[in-house]
């Protein structure tokens, strides 16, 4: 009897301490918790936060000067000839409204675009704003009747329509991008 009762102690004590050591070692739960809470934080939330050293001191929080939206990587942008790439979404007098266009290279050179579809309802913080001066340079794509073609002819900013993609040059600057050149079609 005395056999049995420590043998059911025994086991209580095994399933418990895999409970509290689950089934890897500390230091990967503890990995794995501060990635999933990375994942399920926003990023104005860890740009506030403040970032631990090595040694688990709290370091400055440092300012986001990069804003919220970025130009493309520098093998997409020569491999399309922008720095931004956008579908219109909002006109306005003397800008417009985008939401970006994804851009992939892929290994073997070819390319791959993504946007929202034309029928999606985008939220305005999601819009970029674009803004250019007088000495901006429009084009409009030539194109065939098949929608095919590579040579761009002069246009002005009357040309550019709502939903039309546009590929801009230019840089951002306190989240709104400043187009020197923009295609678009």
């Known amino acids: ?59 400055e929080p440092q300012e986001n000067t990069a804003g919220k939206w970025q130009a493309l990587e520098p093998d997409a942008a020569s491999a399309v000839n922008a720095d931004f790439l956008g579908k219109v979404q909002k006109m306005e007098e003397d800008s417009f409204f985008i939401v970006e266009r ?33 000495d901006t340079r429009f084009y409009l794509k030539e194109t065939d009747e098949n929608e095919e073609g590579d040579g761009y002819e002069e246009a002005g900013f009357q040309d ?16 709104e991008f400043h187009a020197t050149e923009i295609r678009f079609f």
């Open 102 to 134: 994804k851009v992939k290279v892929l290994d073997d050179g070819s390319i791959i675009y993504s946007s929202p579809s034309s029928d999606t309802d985008i939220p305005d913080s999601q819009l970029i704003h674009v803004v250019f001066e007088e």
């Open 1 to 59: 009897m005395k056999l049995k009762k420590a043998m059911i102690l025994f086991c209580t004590v095994c399933i418990l301490n895999t409970m509290i050591t689950g089934c890897g070692s500390g230091s990967e739960s503890a990995a794995k918790t501060e990635e999933t809470q990375a994942e399920k934080a926003s990023p104005e939330e860890l740009n506030d936060a403040p970032l631990k050293g090595i040694d688990g001191s709290a370091e």
């Open 160 to 175: 550019l329509k709502e939903h039309m993609f546009v590929e801009m040059k230019g840089s951002f600057k306190n989240d």
